[in-house]
């Protein structure tokens, strides 16, 4: 019997339609164990292959451009030089509780590391657009014995973080440089050179993976403190592969344009590893993927040439994709649309459905779930706004906490509570045991820290997210509905809605707007747009903040910290501006603070020291009051 889901023992050639929860709890009498074709990512990966060794499983654009020449790896290819890889870092002291931690961007030496760290030990893919003391941080942090990283290439700065992060961990003393020479006397080794001397066809430790070995360690969390590891078994992994197989129906020869970077959980798992282990290929939209004005830009001619049934990303390449006009690109191929990371304004989903006439499947999960936990299923009916059901094998419940975090009670249908959730993809801790304080509801029963409901269906909404909360005078305002106004209006290309400190209120509700290209519009006009669609008058935003670009993370999701400390900084500057001596001058920032969250920092020029104190003490009773500390320095 044909299988066209390489990851399930049970699925032949027609896919399960689970269009309801009878569907559903049906399916999910066979217990899961039994289901799993594969104990770890390795295995997955050879699942994969086998369906057609020379099919391509990556095609790698390096301009993001659908009329070059892509680079082709097969499944054969593949596997072979993450087995080759593996085999490096076995060769270089790697066993099963050590870690190999990267610097790269998509590049394919990427994908060989992070499959081959998890066979030969645990892998740990690091963001490389931080800074080199929080990129020390986390290598620490994870105890890294091997680091692969970016050579010096033009155009990136990775390798001089390299440098510095080595001057910070005299300890780490294996490096292997893709782009790079050999430099054996400081323990630098050119990684293809070394990769392509080991064998390709069989793991050198013999090494026999369980599902419950640790495969990945994915850092998360805020910028400030110690670094957040969450703890991926294989088992976790590749229940993320095999539930994505499922509900987005990949199949051998199916093709996934991929923008998203490998230490985001959506990139290496919900699309990468599902992907690769159903057979199919990931068109590789340049080391930069979507941060490529390219790949966004070409997104259309793209969906034509490498024609893929699933489109997917995080809203901020959903929407801006929208912009892009699709010119008589055949797209043809789309049938269903993915999206998550963050909320998709629901405009957007909207503009999807109408315009190409799929299904728009919004997801929802976190690190700690090993992403996707929750998507809406193309054979029920979908609601836009709402982020579906659970997959097989998950659960959800929406629960009340008292202020120490314990469980209450679980939620009434549509009352608004924390998300909490269950399931194979379910993590059991941090690396930190410190981290692990109020990370579980109950035993197995994760905290989202995400506000949500479930209505009468089942179906779950994502009403905001905890700590995103803005409370002015003790009311609760979530920004996201907010936001959702303010993505409305015509003339918006993304808007973003912060609390800035208060004296009286504690905190207000201010926006952030980047317009679209070529567009103009007036403050007032959006304040009075905005006020008129929201019930609320203490959510409407105080003040409108035009920028040219709001700031994302490095997977496309809004920054909203720095929006929060460029708020604050505004607001102070404002409180201060009649404190300020005649001649001199002032300036104001605010920013993280590993001892007190945030701190705003007020900067005094040419003050005489006889004048410091005085002015301090001014400084102190005009701001002091905020929820936030500060702190006057002088120059």
């Known amino acids: 019997m044909a299988h066209i889901h390489p990851l399930d023992k049970f699925i032949g ?21 039994e289901r799993i074709a594969a104990a770890s990512t390795y295995e997955a990966l050879q699942l994969g292959a086998a369906c057609n060794p020379d099919a391509p499983a990556l095609l790698f654009l390096p301009n993001a451009d659908p009329d070059e020449t892509p680079v082709r790896v097969t499944h054969r290819e593949f596997l072979g030089r993450v087995t080759q890889a593996a085999n490096l870092f076995t060769e270089s002291g790697v066993g099963p509780g050590d ?14 590391t992070l499959f081959g760290a998890e066979a030969a030990g645990i892998a740990n893919p690091v963001n490389p657009l931080l800074e080199a003391g929080q990129l020390a941080e986390i290598l620490r942090a994870a105890n890294t014995k091997v680091l692969v990283a970016l050579g010096p290439v033009p155009g990136t700065d990775i390798w001089a973080k390299v440098e510095r992060i080595r001057e910070l961990m005299p300890e780490l003393k294996t490096v292997f440089v893709v782009g790079g020479a050999d430099d054996a006397a400081r323990g630098v080794h050119n990684f293809d050179t070394a990769v392509a001397r080991q064998p390709a066809d069989r793991l050198i430790s013999k090494r026999q993976i369980a599902s419950s070995d640790i495969a990945a360690y994915f850092h998360t969390g805020g910028t400030t403190g110690l670094p957040k590891l969450v703890r991926h078994t294989h088992a976790n992994q590749v229940s993320q592969a095999w539930a994505m197989g499922l509900i987005l129906r990949l199949k051998p020869g199916c093709t996934f344009l991929f923008g998203l970077p490998l230490f ?16 199919g290929a990931l068109v590789v939209l340049s ?6 004005p390219a790949s966004i830009r070409n997104v259309w001619r793209l969906i034509e040439r490498y024609k893929p049934e699933v489109f997917g990303g995080v809203p901020t390449v959903m929407a801006a994709a929208l912009n892009v006009p ?6 043809s191929s789309m049938k269903r649309v993915a999206g998550g990371g963050s909320a998709i304004p629901v405009p957007v989903g909207k503009a999807y459905a109408e315009r190409f006439n799929v299904p728009v499947m919004e997801v929802y999960g976190m690190t700690e779930t090993s992403s996707v936990h929750l998507i809406s299923h193309e054979t029920r009916p979908i609601r836009i706004g709402a982020v579906g059901h659970p997959v097989p094998y998950a659960r959800v419940r929406v629960v009340k906490l008292d202020d120490q975090d314990r469980y209450v009670r679980d939620c009434e249908v549509n009352e608004i509570g924390v998300i909490t959730m269950a ?35 089942g179906y779950l909404w994502v009403t905001g997210r905890a700590k995103d909360l803005i409370i002015r005078g003790g009311h609760n305002i979530d920004p996201m509905a907010l936001e959702e106004v303010f993505f409305r209006h015509p003339a918006i290309a993304l808007a973003a809605v912060v609390g800035q400190p208060d004296v009286y209120a504690g905190e207000l509700p201010v926006a952030y707007v980047q317009l679209k290209a070529g567009v103009t519009a007036d403050a007032a006009e959006l304040r009075a747009f905005v006020a008129e669609r929201t019930p609320e008058r203490a959510a409407v935003p105080v003040n409108l903040y035009f920028v040219d670009s709001i700031p994302l993370t490095a997977v496309g999701k809004v920054f909203k910290p720095a929006l929060r400390w460029d708020a604050a900084g505004r607001t102070v500057t404002k409180m201060l501006e009649d404190v300020v001596p005649a001649g001199k001058q002032m300036s104001v920032s605010a920013g993280p603070c590993p001892v007190n969250g945030n701190l705003i920092t007020v900067k005094f020029e040419g003050v005489d020291a006889s004048e410091r104190d005085p002015l301090a003490q001014a400084v102190g009773a005009r701001i002091g009051p905020l929820v936030w500390k500060h702190q006057v320095v002088w120059s």
Request: aromatic share 12%; charged share 20%; net charge negative.
């Open 13 to 33: 050639d027609t896919w399960p339609t689970l269009a309801n929860d009878a569907e559903i709890r049906e399916f999910e009498t066979v217990p899961y164990e």
């Open 99 to 112: 870690v190999v931690s990267f610097l790269l961007p998509l590049v394919p030496q990427a994908f060989f």
């Open 264 to 279: 985001h959980v959506g990139g290496a798992l919900t699309q990468g590893l599902a992907t690769l282990a159903a057979g």
């Open 287 to 292: 080391p930069a993927g979507w941060r490529n």
């Open 326 to 331: 699709v010119d008589g690109a055949d797209v």
């Open 423 to 457: 399931g194979p993809g379910v993590f059991s801790g941090y690396l930190n045991d410190k981290h692990n304080k109020g990370a579980f509801v109950e035993p197995g029963w994760v905290n989202s820290g995400d506000l949500g409901r479930l209505d009468e269906d």
